[in-house]
């Protein structure tokens, strides 16, 4: 019996940015304690899809903004959310967070 193996240069060294991404302040870190912070308001995120309630806390906002515009995009998907569904949450908290106009 003849075992064949082959091997095949990769384009990219491995490990490639990996290293410069876990050691940064923008890597991995903040992602995983946000994804963590998710799961322990995702009954807020819940009742915001089925039943309208738009009250969603600032803790979980926070989290939902450092996943969408810091991490990956498949974040939210990995815990069951579809796109749509993350760019609805980015949406509200994004809105959520920013300033109240001036009355004029």
Not at 6 to 19: F, N, Q, S, T, W
Not at 29 to 40: D, G
Request: net charge negative.
């Amino acid at each position: 019996m003849t075992l064949a193996t082959a091997a095949r240069e990769l384009p990219i060294k491995p490990g490639h940015m990996l290293a410069a991404r876990l050691e940064t302040s923008e890597g991995l870190i903040p992602c995983w304690n946000a994804l963590m912070e998710l799961k322990s308001c995702s009954n807020e995120i819940v009742l915001f899809f089925l039943s309208g309630q738009t009250d969603i806390g600032p803790d979980c906002c926070r989290a939902i903004s450092i996943i969408t515009h810091n991490c990956w995009p498949a974040m939210l998907t990995s815990i069951g959310f579809t796109a749509e569904e993350g760019n609805i949450l980015r949406g509200y908290c994004d809105a959520a967070s920013a300033p109240a106009a001036a009355p004029s």
